[in-house]
């Protein structure tokens, strides 16, 4: 550690990796193995860090990795379709019709395949640049773009879908190139 002092500041950057690791893997006790064997392999390769490189992109890279590593690895079980756990923020406590709501929104995004929801949360909840989020998945940054598009566009059609007798406020996705609301 001594080599890059405090911009290899790994214990700074749990939360994020916690985060992206629940979105992958929709399990917080998988979530925390995932971050766990990543960290693993941030400490064994820290000397492959590039001194004043992006940390987070590094780490999520390692993160995102790893995942691959272990599904590709688990391809004989069958898939998980646990529940996600609340995300809340707990800022406010939120009215039921807000708590559904919120679950159905989680669930859409949950149902995105997993290389459109990896996009997705790195760029929308991370608030990578497209170019942080397309190194750390390993992909061109057009392929990025387009499967976050296709991601907000299955969003979108979630929202399409649902009764007209609609109480609470539409879903709105901004940002982007395909924002037809900017």
Do not use: C
């Not at 923020?89 to 669930?107: M, T």
């Not at 929801?117 to 608030?127: D, G, N, S, T």
Request: hydrophobic share 40%.
């Amino acid at each position: 550690m001594s080599k890059q002092g405090s911009t290899f500041n790994i214990i700074g950057q749990l939360a994020i990796l916690r985060r992206y690791a629940r979105s992958l893997v929709r399990d917080a006790e998988e979530a925390e193995d995932l971050v766990h064997d990543a960290l693993v392999k941030a400490y064994e390769r820290q000397a492959t860090f590039r001194t004043g490189g992006n940390l987070r992109a590094w780490l999520m890279s390692i993160l995102h990795n790893t995942h691959i590593d272990r599904v590709r690895s688990k391809r004989s079980e069958t898939r998980r379709m646990e529940a996600i756990a609340d995300i809340s923020d707990g800022s406010r406590p939120a009215n039921q019709e807000l708590s559904v709501r919120l679950a159905q929104v989680q669930s859409a995004f949950f149902d995105l395949p997993e290389d459109q929801r990896a996009a997705l949360h790195l760029v929308a909840i991370e608030e990578l640049s497209y170019e942080e989020a397309a190194q750390a998945l390993g992909i061109p940054v057009g392929t990025l773009m387009s499967r976050i598009s296709r991601a907000r566009a299955k969003l979108r059609n979630f929202e399409d879908d649902k009764p007209a007798e609609r109480t609470t406020p539409r879903l709105r996705l901004i940002g982007g190139s395909d924002d037809e609301h900017a």
